[in-house]
């Protein structure tokens, strides 16, 4: 990235690579002092340079430590990575000799971070970064000596390379943001529209009243169930094939909603539904969901569900 860049997309922040040229010396799980760690030690264009980097995403300084030129921030809100992820960033940066950062310093994305540098253990002038897709600022010794987060992820994975030079990858897939499209709606990301158990979903459309069983309040749709109907006049259709009729509303086939006499007729109305439902489970073979209507357990197909 360039000093100053930012990269907002769905009110989210793209994680920015915070090096504007990026040759890097060791990369995640090297033979030496990145041994089980996912990290990488990063100089700049010309070797011994102390060239400064900056915030990939709106970062709070979490924990200094002084000796080792190391800071621990953490995004203020939840980023995505270029993995697609979306949460909260912790990373550590390192060996960086002008450190001056104090808990509770917030840097906004773009502007400077630090400066490379040799404070520490370090054996030539670099950036030393590791990056946990989490909240967690857990930091612990592995069995190898060295120190690491929980969910750490490579360095590739986590974050976008828009306007970095790179100049030793290390072979890694480094992405842009263009590798990992989002679908705006006025400025916010729309949701994914993938329907898991916990979802809260609403029927999308206006849907005929195909059938109704006799004696009940429930009614038989062929779209929304994929049950036939002949299964259904034949009463064999399941019983969580049948929907109660309580929580939709007579419209005319435009969806308009039409003087309520209250009686609606197999194979003649059409009904809506404006209530918002939990998706109680999900079927992947026949991509349907479970809900539940009036108290009664249906299957439906997800596809004429809307997330909301
Ligand atoms: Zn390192």
Not at 72 to 101: C, E, P
Not at 127 to 146: A, P
Not at 159 to 173: A, R
Not at 242 to 247: A, K, T, V, Y
Request: hydrophobic content about 30%; overall charge neutral; proline content about 2%.
């Amino acid at each position: 990235m360039y000093k100053g860049q930012k990269s907002i997309r769905g009110g989210t922040e793209d994680f920015l690579c915070p090096f504007t040229d990026m040759y890097i010396t060791q990369g995640s799980n090297g033979k030496y002092s990145h041994k089980g760690i996912m990290a990488n030690d990063v100089r700049g264009r010309v070797a011994g340079i102390r060239y400064p980097y900056y915030a990939p995403c709106k970062s709070i300084c979490v924990k200094t430590y002084k000796e080792s030129g190391q800071v621990m921030w953490q995004s203020l809100s939840k980023v995505r990575f270029a993995n697609g992820r979306i949460d909260y960033a912790t990373y550590m940066t390192a060996h960086d000799d002008t450190m001056d950062a104090y808990i509770g310093q917030i840097i906004e994305q773009g502007d400077q971070l630090g400066n490379m540098g040799k404070k520490g253990n370090a054996t030539g002038i670099h950036c030393h970064i590791q990056i946990s897709q989490s909240k967690d600022t857990s930091w612990f010794k592995n069995q190898y000596g060295n120190y690491q987060f929980n969910n750490e992820y490579d360095l590739d994975d986590c974050y976008f390379v828009d306007y970095t030079n790179i100049i030793q990858g290390q072979g890694g897939n480094w992405k842009t943001t263009g590798k990992v499209p989002v679908i705006e709606i006025s400025g916010k990301e729309a949701l994914d529209q993938i329907i898991h158990p916990g979802s809260k979903v609403m029927f999308d459309g206006i849907f005929s009243v195909d059938i109704i069983k006799r004696g009940t309040n429930l009614f038989g749709n062929t779209k929304l169930t994929g049950v036939s109907f002949n299964t259904y006049y034949n009463e064999k259709a399941m019983p969580y094939h049948w929907i109660p009729l309580n929580d939709w509303t007579e419209t005319d086939k435009y969806g308009n909603q039409v003087d309520q006499d209250d009686i609606v007729y197999g194979g003649e109305s059409y009904v809506i539904n404006n209530n918002s439902y939990i998706v109680k489970e999900i079927d992947i073979k026949t991509n349907s969901a479970k809900l539940i209507l009036n108290n009664k357990e249906i299957w439906i197909f997800s596809t004429f569900l809307k997330e909301i």
